[in-house]
């Protein structure tokens, strides 16, 4: 039976210490029982507390590292919808390195991704890995691909190798950036060994769910945590099938040989076919996606996708509220007026740039929802709207008395008149797209 809250609370040493990150000892007992901490982190706890809380502080599905500083933290889920709570760690993207592509090939596929940054709404959106893969006869070959990465990079490394020398000396060089080894091959005691000796983690590869838990099973018997688990299916349909049969397993059956991330690498096809499966594997729990080549259009699909999927559907991103120069503006510059919703800012603030026009954008506080959102919730009408234009005064910064509201939102035009003396209130196009030749139809001076 699984420990509430209160009975993990009465084995903590109630110090309230904050040396495990939280608090307070019961806001950490309630984290170790929704399976959303672990008792290691608190480094008071007796061994009695240890021994009787056992498994319950340990998570659904474990947490792993893959690489020092910027690598991805992979795994960790507690739930298999994001709607029931949320998800923590986005899915880790890499790229595939083939050591057969040559020296110069490799470098500049590194720094391609090492330099591809995106920014949507407020976040930079970046791949996270490289999956080195050995495919060539020479042993330097693989050792020089390895030495290229961790020196163009600062990513996550996953290394296969099936020359178990060459496998050992790309791992001494590797010995404090904690990558991850994947087997092609059943996993043997002398991958537990080479795991424990340096440090990696180990991907696990099998044809079937059971024939992947025999080897999960054998090697936390060995002692080894960190493990990533690929199970390969027949197809797009198969992956997506043994995928769900993990996670659900981990979750709900709370079978420890599947509480480990996922692994999917992407096979080399045209772009649709790519995108496709990615996306798709994406949605069905993929905790790292291997792509078998450099694509800007796949790789900023995927971010934008492990974007919405992984931000807290309880909590809208938003932006600071405040005014924010769009521009060059002046004093006699127009005014707008939006939500702190962060899509409505930057699309908003982006078709503002795209007119030609420099504006001063008020950006009132609606908790991060959008227009008819907030109106309907009571958070972006005329009283709550003048009261923030007062309170950062506006009207010592700006000459114009003239501000423009979202078309969507026209039935408060009168109101906010009236809540706001000797300033005219201009109704604006409902689609922020109109706004290049709205502002070149009204005056806005």
């Known amino acids: 039976m699984a420990?509430?809250?209160?009975?993990?609370?009465?084995?903590?040493?109630?110090?309230?210490?904050?040396?495990?990150?939280?608090?307070?000892?019961?806001?950490?007992?309630?984290?170790?029982?929704?399976?959303?901490?672990?008792?290691?982190?608190?480094?008071?706890?007796?061994?009695?507390?240890?021994?009787?809380?056992?498994?319950a502080s340990e998570p659904p599905v474990r947490l792993v590292k893959i690489g020092a500083g910027n690598g991805p933290e992979v795994g960790g889920e507690t739930v298999l919808f994001r709607h029931e709570k949320t998800f923590f760690h986005p899915t880790g993207i890499g790229l595939e390195i083939r050591t057969s592509q040559g020296e110069d090939k490799i470098l500049d596929d590194v720094r391609e991704l090492e330099g591809y940054r995106a920014e949507r709404?407020?976040?930079?959106?970046k791949a996270d890995l490289f999956f080195i893969s050995h495919d060539s006869a020479e042993k330097a070959a693989f050792l020089r691909a390895v030495s290229l990465a961790k020196a163009n990079s600062t990513k996550g490394l996953v290394i296969d190798c099936p020359?178990?020398?060459?496998?050992?000396?790309?791992?001494?060089?590797?010995?404090?950036?904690?990558?991850?080894?994947?087997?092609?091959r059943p996993l043997t005691e002398r991958d537990i060994e080479m795991a424990k000796t340096s440090g990696a983690s180990l991907v696990i590869t099998a044809s079937s769910p059971q024939d992947l838990a025999d080897q999960t099973e054998k090697a936390r018997q060995s002692g080894l945590t960190n493990l990533i688990l690929n199970c390969q299916g027949n197809g797009l349909g198969g992956a997506i099938q043994n995928n769900a049969i993990l996670r659900r397993s981990a979750l709900k059956k709370s079978f420890k040989p599947f509480g480990f991330p996922l692994f999917i690498r992407i096979a080399d096809a045209d772009g649709f076919e790519s995108l496709a499966a990615s996306a798709a594997l994406l949605c069905k729990y993929a905790s790292i996606i291997i792509l078998p080549r450099f694509d800007k259009a796949l790789l900023y699909t995927l971010f934008t996708?492990?974007?919405n999927i992984?931000?807290?559907?309880?909590?809208?991103?938003?932006?600071?509220?405040?005014?924010?120069?769009?521009?060059?503006?002046?004093?006699?510059?127009?005014?707008?007026?939006?939500?702190?919703?962060?899509?409505?800012?930057?699309?908003?603030?982006?078709?503002?740039?795209?007119?030609?026009?420099?504006?001063?954008?008020?950006?009132?506080?609606?908790?991060?929802?959008?227009?008819?959102?907030?109106?309907?919730?009571?958070?972006?009408?005329?009283?709550?709207?003048?009261?923030?234009?007062?309170?950062?005064?506006?009207?010592?910064?700006?000459?114009?008395?003239?501000?423009?509201?979202?078309?969507?939102v026209a039935q408060i035009s009168g109101e906010l008149e009236e809540k706001l003396p000797g300033w005219e209130v201009i109704v604006g196009c409902q689609e922020a797209a109109d706004i290049p030749s709205f502002v070149k139809s009204v005056n806005l001076v």
């Not at 993990?8 to 904050?18: A, D, E, V, Y």
């Not at 709404?121 to 959106?125: Q, W």
């Not at 020359?163 to 994947?182: H, T, V």
């Open 163 to 184: 020359d178990e020398e060459a496998l050992k000396e790309g791992l001494e060089l590797l010995r404090n950036d904690r990558p991850a080894i994947y087997l092609r």
């Open 310 to 408: 992984y931000t807290d559907p309880q909590k809208p991103i938003q932006v600071d509220p405040r005014i924010y120069a769009i521009g060059d503006p002046t004093p006699d510059s127009p005014v707008f007026v939006t939500t702190n919703f962060s899509l409505t800012y930057f699309i908003v603030s982006g078709e503002i740039e795209n007119s030609g026009t420099s504006a001063h954008l008020v950006v009132c506080d609606t908790e991060g929802q959008s227009v008819l959102t907030a109106w309907a919730g009571g958070k972006f009408v005329p009283e709550k709207i003048a009261k923030f234009i007062k309170d950062i005064k506006l009207e010592e910064k700006v000459k114009t008395r003239k501000i423009v509201i979202p078309g969507f």
């Open 305 to 307: 996708l492990r974007q």
């Open 121 to 125: 709404v407020g976040e930079v959106l």
């Open 3 to 55: 420990l509430s809250g209160l009975d993990i609370f009465k084995l903590l040493p109630k110090t309230n210490c904050g040396d495990c990150g939280v608090p307070t000892c019961m806001a950490f007992a309630m984290k170790i029982a929704q399976k959303k901490a672990e008792l290691s982190s608190c480094p008071h706890a007796s061994e009695e507390a240890k021994a009787a809380l056992g498994a």
